[in-house]
């Protein structure tokens, strides 16, 4: 069974980098799906944050695009979120998720999602 | 980018009763239009894929209409653990976007 567990720290001070690791256990992550982050601020709805196929091809919300990096690290089955200069509007429970993608000519959702971690940016 | 509008805000309903949530696209995202239930404290949970199409153990009262711009998820008679937040998101094009949310809530 599918699951994706995010760690990483859940203080970071204002203007650092945060940095995020999604750990998927239960299928391999050069499988053939997106891997994504997406975020959700306290109060508020989801936002993508970016996501990114095993094979290079990575999105990135533009919102974020000069900020933002996901890598994916197929030895470890890891995918990872580096997100630099980060401000208060950065705090956000982040959550990992696997695309699943078009098959069959069906686009079938965020199909299977981490239970999310809480990152509070300090002054 | 596509920018997808949902409404209402809020839904105050009582059990029992039907909910109908729209999800608007500024643009055609043909099929390609998901819904997610969210509760809070939890991860979003996939409800249906490919506009219509119910995920993995979704039970028949929600059901999800609609193509190309307009877009509508019905919850025939809603149960007490129903009431919760709904997304509608598209990734017919890059970037992927999330409607703003409908709350339904107990009324």
């Known amino acids: ?123 | 980018e596509i920018v997808l509008t949902q409404s209402p805000v809020t839904l105050s309903l009582s059990p029992g009763e039907r909910a109908t949530l729209s999800c608007r696209a500024s643009q055609s995202v043909s099929s390609s239009l998901v819904w997610y239930q969210q509760k809070p404290g939890q991860a979003p949970r996939l409800l249906i894929y490919d506009a219509s199409k119910r995920a993995t153990g979704i039970p028949a009262r929600f059901s999800g209409s609609g193509s190309g711009t307009d877009f509508t998820l019905t919850i025939s008679s809603l149960e007490p653990e129903d009431f919760a937040v709904y997304y509608c998101q598209q990734r017919s094009n890059w970037p992927l976007t999330f409607g703003q949310g409908t709350k339904v809530e107990i009324k």
Not at chain 1, 94 to 112: E, K, M, N, S, T
């Open chain 1, 1 to 123: 069974q599918l699951q994706l567990q995010e760690s990483g720290p859940g203080l970071v001070k204002s203007a650092a980098t945060l940095s995020l690791t999604c750990t998927v256990s239960g299928e391999t992550i050069t499988s053939g799906y997106y891997w994504g982050w997406i975020r959700q601020p306290p109060g508020k709805g989801l936002e993508w944050v970016g996501s990114s196929y095993y094979s290079g091809n990575t999105y990135y919300n533009s919102s974020l695009k000069s900020r933002v990096t996901i890598s994916i690290d197929p030895s470890q089955n890891q995918f990872s979120l580096k997100l630099t200069s980060v401000t208060a509007a950065d705090t956000a429970v982040y959550y990992c998720a696997r695309d699943r993608g078009i098959i069959d000519y069906r686009y079938r959702g965020l199909d299977v999602w981490g239970q999310g971690t809480t990152v509070t940016v300090s002054s």
